[in-house]
């Protein structure tokens, strides 16, 4: 395994209970016991190395030196129409695994509003997507995750241009030069270009991917009225999932941040 | 949803049981009903519109009408070191969306030995995660899959050679240019370059992706030898069901199938 065993600021000086996933990973994949050492993280903070101190009954004793900074985000933030629950916590992990800035969970007209329930967002479901995510790609910083109620508030808020400054100073620009990001809505229906166009070299990019039955026409129009590009990932439907990982994955590639 | 109901051939003629996953979905999400029509398509066969002839006790009786043809294939395979059982559900229904030529599934040397024994690939779980993803692409055609006990044992095969009339038919050349595939391993840890450099214009493509923990150096000479060029996506570690469904994603970028 590549990745980092992270912890919680509050985790800090307490023993790590044995039955935590991370305690299990530590001492049964990893085989690690007193005196071993292994690579870890503080979620907002830096990357180092973890001491195990002691194995005792109440957990693991551990004692931590980070030093590292972590690797710089990818400046891109990504909205996205309210997935199933458990395609949720996947998708979190997945954009958390890339390093973007931010996830906005948005409330589409042709999205299912049950989804919007979801538990994940309030029992930590969530923040432990974005962990996983992140320990996996050796990072500590987590996407900033929030969520809109319609694309409207989405659109009107504009979150992006708060997330700028971050997004400006991720895509190793000079933050006095005020780049504009570049928007772009997924839409395989009613598109005005392919991805494969697209030139973000240096640019920030907002992408919106839509919820499995994709935008009303209502919601295109929105877009486009606050600068969105409509862009196609091919021709074939894709998973709400899949269509996110693929956005990003473009936007990277486009941003020059591949390699 | 934009996806279509898809049949096995062995399957018309006869009722579709009530409890079927399709025919749930006929009843209880699109409402269908007697007399109703739905787009419809045969595994394998071609695509058009069913008709809900009766809804009986032991099942909805249905009638094709097909005529059209699916669409062109992706000309990429893929070959992975074999993921968990849960992910690997998940990636073949991902890949056969992107409509990929052929998937190998390869035991590779840091690769978990216990995944290989999966049932899915006897108890038609695969097959099942294949018509789901070409469904949802509104296709009819499953990529070809394929298990190899070791790299070794894939690198001597050379599966994409005999793939490669119909690679190079989905590509959209002449066969007889006999194009060479561009032969590509991901790995983010010994790299040669970036996916990002890569220009696959008009060639079709073979992806190799590792296991969860990469490439042993002898299986990176053994790719080497066999022509594969090392490339990375970005220097994040990445789960190897994204990894795959970013170096597709990449792929088609690279071959100007995106748009």
Same mark, same amino acid.
């Given at each position: 395994?590549?990745?980092?065993i992270?912890f919680?600021?509050?985790?800090?000086?307490?023993?790590?209970?044995?039955r935590?996933?991370?305690?299990?990973?530590?001492?049964? &994949? @990893?085989?690690?016991?007193?005196?071993?050492?292994?690579?870890?993280?503080?979620?907002g903070?830096? $990357?180092?190395? =973890?001491?195990?101190?002691?194995?005792?009954?109440?957990?693991?004793?551990?004692?931590?030196? &980070?030093?590292?900074?972590?690797?710089?985000? $990818?400046?891109v %933030?990504?909205?996205?129409?309210?997935?199933r629950?458990?395609?949720?916590?996947?998708?979190?992990?997945?954009?958390?695994?890339?390093?973007?800035?931010?996830?906005?969970?948005?409330?589409?007209?042709?999205?299912?509003?049950?989804y919007?329930?979801?538990?994940? @967002?309030?029992?930590?479901g969530?923040? #432990?997507? $974005?962990?996983? =995510?992140?320990?996996?790609?050796?990072?500590?910083? !987590?996407?900033?995750l929030?969520?809109?109620?319609? *694309? +409207? +508030?989405?659109?009107?808020?504009?979150?992006w241009?708060?997330?700028?400054?971050? @997004?400006?100073? #991720?895509?190793?620009?000079?933050?006095?030069?005020?780049?504009?990001p570049? !928007?772009i #809505?997924?839409?395989?229906?009613?598109?005005?270009?392919?991805?494969?166009?697209?030139?973000?070299?240096?640019?920030?990019?907002?992408?919106?991917?839509?919820?499995e039955? =994709?935008?009303?026409d209502?919601?295109?129009?929105? !877009?486009?009225?606050?600068?969105?590009?409509?862009?196609?990932?091919?021709?074939?439907?894709?998973?709400?999932?899949?269509? %996110?990982?693929? #956005?990003?994955v473009?936007a990277?590639?486009?941003?020059?941040? *591949?390699?």
């Open positions: 395994m590549v990745n980092i992270l919680e600021p509050i985790e800090i000086g307490k023993p790590l209970p044995k935590d996933e991370r305690a299990v990973h530590l001492l049964k &994949v @990893l085989h690690k016991n007193t005196g071993d050492s292994f690579d870890a993280g503080v979620v903070g830096d $990357l180092g190395s =973890g001491l195990i101190e002691a194995v005792r009954l109440d957990g693991i004793v551990f004692s931590l030196d &980070v030093k590292e900074s972590p690797p710089p985000r $990818l400046p %933030c990504v909205s996205v129409g309210f997935p629950p458990i395609q949720l916590k996947r998708l979190l992990r997945d954009l958390s695994n890339f390093g973007v800035e931010a996830i906005d969970l948005v409330g589409t007209d042709m999205g299912e509003k049950s919007r329930d979801t538990k994940l @967002l309030t029992d930590g969530a923040r #432990a997507a $974005l962990v996983e =995510g992140a320990a996996q790609a050796r990072d500590t910083r !987590l996407p900033l929030s969520v809109y109620a319609t *694309l +409207d +508030d989405w659109l009107v808020e504009r979150p241009d708060r997330a700028r400054d971050t @997004l400006v100073s #991720a895509s190793g620009r000079d933050r006095s030069l005020r780049i504009s570049i !928007l #809505a997924a839409d395989n229906v009613r598109s005005e270009g392919s991805f494969g166009l697209l030139n973000t070299m240096g640019h920030p990019v907002v992408i919106a991917v839509g919820s039955r =994709g935008w009303s209502r919601e295109r129009d929105e !877009l486009e009225s606050a600068g969105f590009l409509r862009l196609s990932m091919g021709s074939r439907a894709l998973r709400t999932e899949t269509a %996110c990982i693929a #956005a990003v473009l990277m590639e486009k941003t020059g941040k *591949l390699g």
